[in-house]
């Protein structure tokens, strides 16, 4: 009887069995990683899904001006009176910034949620919203979304 050790057939499907255990551990440990990352992905929705608001609001803290105008549906802020200027202002902005980004919905998304928080933390500051106007320039008109009033 011959050693099967010297056997290169032999020693070939020795190999291939090495490296079949070795990717099926080398799956079980993606697999794993992959059940780490969808619990990562639900807990994060559920953040933003407003378990925890972006602001900080929590449990026990009242909700600022800032917050509630962050929160709040357009038409839930222009029902608001403490928030329909504000709301007036940031629809101008939106204007704006759709113009300004035609054709780049990406660019403008991330506009308007800069300019919505730029309103929102106005409002945390105590500032207060004048109605959107729009002034006369060198260039034409030009609109005007800024805080009229308040303290620091």
Known sequence: MS??????VMALL??????????ENLAGQVEAMQAKV???G???AQLVAGSVGASGAGVGRAL???D???????KEAAADPELRSAQGNYIVAQAIANRLH???PESVAREIARVR???ADQLDRGRVFGPGKVRGGEKGAVAVVEPIQGVE
């Open 64 to 66: 600022t001006l800032g």
């Open 3 to 8: 050693d099967d050790s010297d056997d290169p």
């Open 117 to 119: 928080e730029w309103i």
């Open 42 to 44: 639900e807990t994060l």
């Open 68 to 74: 509630r105008f962050r929160q709040a549906t357009d």
């Open 14 to 23: 020795a190999t291939q069995r090495a490296v079949l255990a070795a990717v």
């Open 38 to 40: 969808d619990a990562m």
């Open 102 to 104: 035609k054709g780049d």
